[in-house]
């Protein structure tokens, strides 16, 4: 049987990143092929222009960018707050410390480089942690010792990740992501990419990302109908449509 790939863009301060992953996860669960889905995160930046921190408080940050009152601005948070809590995440924007996420993403091409002891496992773990260290635990994303000590907490060598960080390692890979996401016309994350045919945006709901995988994975491995020797495919009788002949 085929498995079915599944290529996912998303940064790692996007709030309906994390919870597009959560209704992914919740998919999966429910799939009964999920051990046959490979999941890769690829990099994708909001605001690449960003500096490695921003010095004021998220709020005041989004009130500014978008031209609306910190008050208005406190008021989207708790409506996103309300949304992530339906999917069992928590969501603390008040400590969020908001910056440049190109580091963040060439952390997750190490996570996933096999040379480097990578898999996608790994690498799924990395990216659900990253998402905890912005939105719950108000880590300064941009910062290097956070992100060292961030991919060490999920088992990546500390001293490997700031090699990395003090290196243009994975720059490459992070630009050649950035340049596929325009060739797909990706301009808003999560997005979802299946066996590099369907393309489903935004944080769907789960039921609706679990029919794309039932769907994937029906394409992928067709059923042959077979009949016996001599037999034609609709010489044996049964019943259909609510009746049967006779």
């Known amino acids: 049987m085929s498995g079915v790939k599944v290529d996912i863009w998303s940064d790692v301060v996007c709030p ?15 799939f009964p092929h999920r051990d046959d889905v490979e999941v890769r995160w690829h990099s994708f930046e909001l605001d690449p222009s960003a500096p490695r921190e921003y010095p004021e408080p998220l709020a005041e940050h989004l009130a500014a960018k978008y031209g609306v009152s910190v008050e208005q601005a406190h008021g989207m948070h708790a409506h996103m707050t309300e949304q992530a809590a339906a999917d069992g995440l928590e969501f603390h924007f008040e400590r969020a410390r908001s910056g440049n996420t190109f580091d963040a993403h ?12 990578g ?10 942690r990253l998402f905890r260290a912005y939105l719950t635990d108000g880590e300064p994303i941009g910062d290097p ?5 961030v991919a060490a907490e999920i088992g990546i060598d500390p001293d ?18 950035e340049l596929q996401a325009r060739r797909y016309g990706i301009s808003g994350v999560p997005f979802f990419v299946i066996d590099e045919k369907y393309g489903v945006s935004g944080a769907q ?23 016996p020797t001599g037999a034609r495919p609709d010489d044996g009788e049964a019943c259909a449509d609510g009746s049967c002949a006779i």
Not at 119 to 128: A, F, I, P, V, Y
Not at 163 to 176: F, G, I, K, M, Q
């Open 145 to 149: 010792d956070a992100l060292v000590r």
């Open 119 to 128: 898999s996608l496992k790994l690498q799924d773990r990395l990216k659900e």
């Open 205 to 227: 709901p789960a039921a609706a990302l679990r029919e794309v995988l039932d769907t994937a994975w029906a394409e992928a491995n067709p059923l042959t109908l077979l009949s």
């Open 16 to 30: 309906w990143c994390a919870i597009g992953r959560a209704r992914f996860e919740a998919a999966l669960a429910d």
């Open 106 to 117: 060439r952390l997750l091409h190490l996570a996933v480089d096999s040379t480097a002891g």
């Open 160 to 177: 490997a990740a700031r090699a990395v960080l003090e290196s243009d390692r994975y720059a490459d890979e992070v630009r050649a992501d």
